[in-house]
């Protein structure tokens, strides 16, 4: 889910790109709905009915609607910069938690030090020994 709150500046280049998009190509379209996604935080899909198309009248039907709301540029930017604060702190918790993963041991690694080691894998080990024909637990029967 992406943003819901715009500055008017970002309205109306919201609003030029679907009419850009609405004109476009597959292919074009395509590269405007990821533009809209990466650059605004604006997905279609948030505000339109599945299954027509999202162009610039949509898009107002939205704002008159409250689906959409235009906030001054001070405040987009603060949201902005907060919300950036909170990717940079998740992207350094999965750092972390990346760097504590790899630091644990894996089993191909253990593998490998167990035959350098011994010299063959578990599996490769010689059977036990049966026990002798006159041991009293073994079956002649």
């Not at 715009?6 to 919201?14: A, M």
């Not at 599945?50 to 939205?62: I, M, R, S, T, V």
């Not at 001054?72 to 504590?100: H, N, V, Y």
Request: aromatic share 8%.
């Amino acid at each position: 889910m992406g943003r819901n709150k715009f500055s008017q500046h970002e309205i109306n280049c919201i609003a030029r790109l679907l009419r850009k998009k609405n004109a476009g190509t597959r292919y074009q379209q395509k590269l405007i709905r990821h533009h809209l996604r990466v650059d605004f935080e604006f997905n279609i899909s948030d505000f339109n009915v599945q299954g027509k198309a999202f162009g610039e009248e949509e898009l107002h039907e939205a704002i008159r609607r409250g689906a959409i709301h235009i906030l001054d540029d001070a405040t987009i930017q603060a949201m902005k910069a907060k919300r950036a604060a909170q990717k940079a702190a998740a992207t350094a918790a999965k750092a972390a938690s990346d760097k504590a993963a790899a630091e644990t041991t894996d089993w191909q690694t253990a593998l490998k030090e167990w035959e350098d080691y011994y010299g063959s894998t578990p599996e490769n080990e010689p059977a036990a020994q049966q026990p002798a024909a006159n041991h009293p637990l073994s079956s002649t029967d």
